[in-house]
C-alpha cells in the first residue's frame, strides 16, 4: 500500500514524516539538507509507493505570507516538476514549530535533544501529515 509523505521546508533543512502502509500514524522520518531533497525524494518514491507528498505552507497568523511562503511555493512548483505521476498538497502549517516542541516535551525528550532544530524540523513535518489524515480521512 501506498505511503503519504510530508515536507516541513526550510530554507536550511527539510525535515521529513511518513505514514505507515495504513494511512493511519505520521512518523517522523528524517532531516535533510534543503539542497538534497529531490535526490532523496526520488529515491525514497523510487523504493516505496507513494499516493501523495503534503507540504507545509507558513502563514503568519493573519493569514499573509511569511518571508519564507515564496521559497515553499517555489519547491513546490519544482516538486511537481521532479516528481510528476505524484500529487503535491500543501497544507497551512501555522504553530507546527510550538506543536512539534510541545511534543517533544510530552514525549520525555531531554532539553539537549529539544534544542536540535532537525529534530523540531522533522517532528513537526510529522504534525503536518498528522493534520492532513485527520482532514482527508
Known amino acids: 500500500m501506498a505511503r503519504i509523505v510530508a515536507i516541513d521546508y526550510g530554507n536550511k533543512r527539510v525535515g521529513i514524516a511518513v505514514t505507515d502502509p495504513l494511512k493511519l500514524i505520521a512518523t517522523p522520518l528524517e532531516t535533510i539538507h534543503t539542497q538534497d531533497i529531490f535526490s ?21 497568523l493573519d493569514n499573509t505570507p511569511t518571508d519564507v511562503t515564496s ?4 519547491f513546490v512548483r519544482k516538486l511537481q516538476k521532479e516528481i510528476p505521476g505524484i500529487p503535491v ?3 497551512d502549517e501555522r504553530f507546527t514549530s510550538r506543536m512539534a516542541f510541545q511534543a517533544m516535551i510530552a514525549g520525555g525528550l531531554k532539553k539537549k535533544d529539544r534544542q536540535n532544530k532537525a529534530t523540531v524540523d522533522k517532528v513537526s513535518a510529522a504534525i503536518i501529515l ?6 482527508n480521512p
Open 40 to 60: 532523496y525524494l526520488k529515491a525514497y518514491t523510487q523504493q516505496q509507493p507513494v499516493e501523495a507528498i503534503v507540504v507545509g505552507m507558513p502563514k503568519k
Open 71 to 74: 521559497a515553499v511555493i517555489g
Open 89 to 91: 498538497h500543501t497544507l
Open 130 to 135: 498528522q493534520s492532513y489524515l485527520e482532514a
